[in-house]
């Protein structure tokens, strides 16, 4: 399995935006979901629309089953609340237009990921892309590795470091520094 990466350029994830947008706004919410609250996918495609309603996004983890209260910061706020105007509390939020109420797959949500990736020039993006450059931007925005360790759940710091890609920063500042010979 190929490893994929944090979105590391802004401009880039403005891209996508923009690229999402303009082509499904299912899939932009997807990714604003995505990159905003840091959730894993397979947190995201149960959401319904009754659980972004609020001030927060309530869900119980799949992986780890621990309840989290995520805050909608105002960028998702917005454009959660154009997308949900008409909407029916019980509808799936990232809906399939396949059968009656359902989500999308996590085959469907890597798919739209990875084409998005491609159209902007990225070729390492999956799915998990949105949850590590939510953390890659909280890290280079506060350099605060243990707080962004409790937000991902994870149980080290060297993990997270690892996770979004810092470590693979520093080696490349490190070559880059090295006298050419």
């Known amino acids: 399995m190929k490893r994929v990466m944090p979105i590391r350029d802004k401009e880039k994830v403005r891209e996508i935006k923009a690229y999402l947008k303009k082509k499904n706004e299912r899939d932009y919410i997807l990714f604003m979901i995505g990159i905003n609250a840091g959730l894993r996918v397979s947190d995201i ?11 927060y996004i309530e869900v119980i983890e799949q992986k780890t089953a621990k309840l989290r209260q995520i805050p909608i910061n105002s960028s998702l706020k917005s454009a959660l609340n154009v997308y949900v105007r008409g909407k029916k509390d019980n509808d799936y939020l990232i809906k399939s237009r396949e059968g009656m109420n359902q989500p999308i797959g996590r085959w469907t949500a890597w798919k739209i990921i990875k084409d998005a990736g491609v159209e902007v020039g990225l070729l390492n993006l999956g799915t998990h892309s949105m949850r590590k450059t939510f953390g890659y931007n909280y ?7 243990q707080t962004l360790c409790k937000m991902l759940g994870h149980s080290d710091e060297e993990i997270t470091k690892r996770y979004i890609g810092i470590e693979d920063d520093f080696i490349r500042e490190q070559y880059l520094k090295h006298t050419n010979l």
């Open 45 to 55: 495609l149960p959401l319904r629309v009754r659980d972004v309603r609020g001030e």
């Open 139 to 145: 890290y280079r925005r506060t350099k605060d590795i």
